[in-house]
T-cell receptor, first 116, second 110 residues
Framework: DTGVSQDPRHKITKRGQNVTFRCDPISEHNRLYWYRQTLGQGPEFLTYFQNEAQLEKSRLLSDRFSAERPKGSFSTLEIQRTEQGDSAMYLC??????????????FGSGTRLTVV | DQQVKQNSPSLSVQEGRISILNCDYTNSMFDYFLWYKKYPAEGPTFLISISSIKDKNEDGRFTVFLNKSAKHLSLHIVPSQPGDSAVYFCAASTGNQFYFGTGTSLTVIP
C-alpha cells in the first residue's frame, strides 16, 4: 500500500467553474477525512466519513461543497461555482477508527486549488 | 476562533541542541493532543501524541509535555538534527476532528 493518494496534485480553474478532487485512502482504513489549509494556517476540518457514511460536516462546508465516499472506498470532494476564496490546499486523510486519536491520521500530499 | 495557537512562526536551532516548540489551547475539553511534522509539498506526518491523563510522553528524541492547568503543551527534540527542519503543527481533539495550530517552522542549522 502506498499510503493516501490524492488526484490531481494541482488544479487551476476559473471562477465559477466546478472542480472535483479524488482521494484514495489506505485500503484497510475505515475513516476518511477532508481538511483544507490556506496560506499561513493549519489544516481546518471539513468533513469525515466512517465507511460510506458522512458523519460530520463543518460549517466551513457551504452548500457549494459536496463530498461522497461510495462503497466506503475512495472519496470525492466537489466544489461548485468556485470562488477565489476557495483557493487552498485540500488535504485528505485516513485512519482506522478508534486509533486515530492516539496515532493520528495518515495524510495525503494534498490537492492545491487555485481559482483565478 | 483559534482554539489551538502556536505563537512562534519560526525557530532556528543549532544541530545537536534542544528544540522546544510550544502550543497553547483554550478548550479544556480537549483530551488528546498530537504533533505533526510537514515537509514542503507533502502532507503532515504524525509524530507523537499525548492523552490528557498524562503529562509526558516520550518517543526516541521526541518528548511531548502537557500542562493542563496552563493549557499548554510543548514538543522537545533532543538532539536536533538537520532532517528535523520542517513545519510542526500541534493539534487537539475532543471528538472526531482535530483542531490544528498555525505551525512553527523549525530550521536546524548544521
Amino acid at each position: 500500500d502506498t499510503g493516501v493518494s490524492q488526484d490531481p496534485r494541482h488544479k487551476i480553474t476559473k471562477r465559477g467553474q466546478n472542480v472535483t478532487f479524488r482521494c484514495d485512502p489506505i485500503s484497510e482504513h475505515n475513516r476518511l477525512y477532508w481538511y483544507r489549509q490556506t496560506l499561513g494556517q493549519g489544516p481546518e476540518f471539513l468533513t469525515y466519513f466512517q465507511n460510506e457514511a458522512q458523519l460530520e460536516k463543518s460549517r466551513l462546508l457551504s452548500d457549494r461543497f459536496s463530498a461522497e465516499r461510495p462503497k466506503g472506498s475512495f472519496s470525492t470532494l466537489e466544489i461548485q461555482r468556485t470562488e477565489q476564496g476557495d483557493s487552498a490546499m485540500y488535504l485528505c486523510a485516513s485512519s482506522l477508527g478508534g486509533r486515530d486519536r492516539a496515532y493520528g491520521y495518515t495524510f495525503g500530499s494534498g490537492t492545491r486549488l487555485t481559482v483565478v | 476562533d483559534q482554539q489551538v495557537k502556536q505563537n512562534s512562526p519560526s525557530l532556528s536551532v543549532q544541530e545537536g541542541r534542544i528544540s522546544i516548540l510550544n502550543c497553547d489551547y483554550t478548550n479544556s475539553m480537549f483530551d488528546y493532543f498530537l504533533w505533526y511534522k510537514k515537509y514542503p509539498a507533502e502532507g503532515p506526518t504524525f509524530l507523537i501524541s499525548i492523552s490528557s491523563i498524562k503529562d509526558k510522553n516520550e518517543d526516541g528524541r521526541f518528548t511531548v509535555f502537557l500542562n493542563k492547568s496552563a493549557k499548554h503543551l510543548s514538543l522537545h527534540i533532543v538532539p536536533s538534527q538537520p532532517g528535523d527542519s520542517a513545519v510542526y503543527f500541534c493539534a487537539a481533539s475532543t471528538g472526531n476532528q482535530f483542531y490544528f495550530g498555525t505551525g512553527t517552522s523549525l530550521t536546524v542549522i548544521p
